[in-house]
């Protein structure tokens, strides 16, 4: 049986109940082609994110999100859609599209909530890099730590941090221009404290 667009949400759940997730996807995607309410359609909308992210498949993960901030007119919400859709695209490497992202974000964020919103978006970026170390996906890793020193959110002790794992990356890829020079530069640093 399908998914049709009168049904409600215990009606989902109870035939999305013990499917695949792959199942679950499809039956997902048909049945938001038959222009269902908006109630269920946001329903199944973050019932298909949290498979895709379950999936690790980020960018579909990241592009439901954007589609339930666009459905909703609750500004918390909305907000909470779009940090995870930066999420997503930062959990999948596409660091430009979180960057869009976050632009979006700091435009539309309260301006109380801004730095605890900028604080979310770092703690993506610290635990992808992380999981990045622990897989041995060390440059990807040092994707992320550069791309973190160009926050402007990072405390000095983070700042510190994030340049003592890089200098360590650097060294174990054999970057050797990026180790003397951040080296160098941290020395630098010292001397003049």
Not at 105 to 132: C, G, H, R, S
Not at 160 to 176: I, M, P, R
């Amino acid at each position: 049986m399908l998914l049709k667009k009168e049904m409600g949400k215990v009606e989902i759940e109870k035939e999305l109940a013990g499917k695949g997730d792959y199942v679950q996807i499809d039956t997902i995607r048909r049945f938001l082609k038959e222009n269902p309410s908006p109630e269920s359609k946001k329903y199944v909308c973050i019932r298909l994110a949290e498979i895709y992210e379950r999936r690790m498949m980020f960018p579909q993960a990241a592009e439901t999100y954007s589609k339930l901030a666009e459905m909703t007119n609750i500004y918390a919400d909305k907000m909470r859609f779009l940090i995870m859709e930066a999420g997503n695209y930062i959990h999948g490497g596409y660091f430009d599209m979180a960057d869009s992202i976050v632009n979006r974000i700091i435009a539309e964020v309260k301006p109380m909530e801004k730095t605890n919103t900028l604080n979310i978006i770092k703690d993506f970026y610290k635990t992808q890099a992380m999981i990045f170390e622990k897989e041995k996906r060390k440059a990807k890793a040092v994707e992320i730590y550069e791309k973190m020193l160009t926050s402007k959110t990072l405390t000095d002790a983070e700042r510190n941090d994030v340049n003592n794992k890089l200098l360590k990356l650097y060294n174990d890829l054999s970057l050797v221009s990026k180790y003397l020079a951040l080296k160098g530069k941290l020395e630098d640093a010292v001397g003049k404290k």
